[in-house]
């Protein structure tokens, strides 16, 4: 018994203060990992949950609300009596953010309806020459369905390319202020060289603004945004054709052209609020419609956000309007009703669709009432 507790006293070992550092810091180790993974989810998590509020709140911020009654007006189109015209009075639904309603069409000092497209490039302009030839490209272009092509021969040097007739009113363009077109070349360009011009004459005659187009590289479409010379100048009051013009030689080469079209600067002449119209017969995806803010547009903001304390009187235009009379539509490329047969008439059901660039659709749907009157509340 004494030797076997002597021998209990006489054994050294044990665990050593090395041994027990390892093993501490190998429970430190892995509460820090298994720490730092908690905390890091629980931060992950965090953030997408902020994101998830912050888009949530932006998307209330941009959601639009009707403010009183959609209003629709009777005329007569193309001989037909219906309805010519929707009115929907908005505001915003929450606090916050402002929507841009820029609107897809203009009225002229003629009370005339007016799109900002002043060519959109789906049917071939007019050569110039016989070292040119016009045609219209459906494999190639920006916006749908076609863009121009403009063939240049190697005995071409300089001048105008070819021209496009507006139409058989000339048009208004003291209002915008800068140009908005796609343009590219099958060969490098130096900024300057490919030119547009707005011309009081028909057949690309007479300009009265000329536009560079900045530096093209081969075969890349190109964005030109370009600035007027002499915005709001009453030269620009009657605008009858517009050219494309080369300052020196480009060379053999193909030009694509497509989507001209003018903005004030701030919009480029394109809306990113989109109102859709559709009924039993037709359906429209991209009305045309104008916009006025109360007070009327430009008090105090001096642009076509609509705010937190701002109402917008939108106006939809089921016809085109020359400033006298109404008309129909003549194709799928335009946002009017196109035939006598699709009017919207007495006693019909539609529905239109405001489409905010973000936030929700706001839905409409209303009937018309079963006689016509020249204006109507619709309930």
Known sequence: MTKTVYRIKQDQTGITGLETAIILIAFIVVASVFAYTILSAGLFSSQKTEEVVHSGIEEAESTIKLVGNAIAYKGTASGDECVTRLQLVLGKAAAGGAIDLTPFYRIDSNGALVSPVISDCDTAWTASGSD????????????????????????????????????????????????????????????????????????????????????????????GVVAFNNPGASTLGAINSVAIIATSDPGAVDIHLDEVRFGTGSDLGR?????????????????????????????????????????????????????????????????????????LKNSSVFNLQVMPPTGATMLVQKRTPAYLHNIMRLL
Not at 194 to 217: H, K, R, W, Y
């Open 132 to 223: 040119v030839t016009a045609a219209t490209d459906g494999a190639d272009y920006k916006e749908t369905p076609a863009s121009n092509k403009f063939t240049v021969a190697d005995a071409f040097t300089s001048g105008t390319l070819a021209y496009y007739n507006v139409g058989a009113a000339s048009v208004d363009l003291t209002w915008p202020k800068q140009l908005n077109v796609w343009v590219k070349s099958s060969a490098d360009q130096v900024a300057g060289t490919i030119q547009l011009a707005v011309c009081s004459g028909t057949n690309g005659a007479s300009s009265v603004e000329t536009f560079d187009i900045p530096l093209l590289v081969g075969n890349v479409w190109t964005e």
């Open 271 to 343: 809306n990113v609020t989109m109102v859709a119209y559709n009924d039993g017969n037709t359906y429209i995806d991209d009305c045309a419609w104008t916009v006025e803010f109360a007070g009327g547009y430009g008090t105090g903001t001096d642009d076509y956000l609509l705010e937190n304390s701002e109402k917008a009187t939108v106006t939809i235009w089921l016809h085109d309007f020359n400033g006298v009379s109404y008309s129909n539509g003549t194709d799928d490329d335009d946002p009017f009703i196109d035939s006598n047969a699709e009017h």
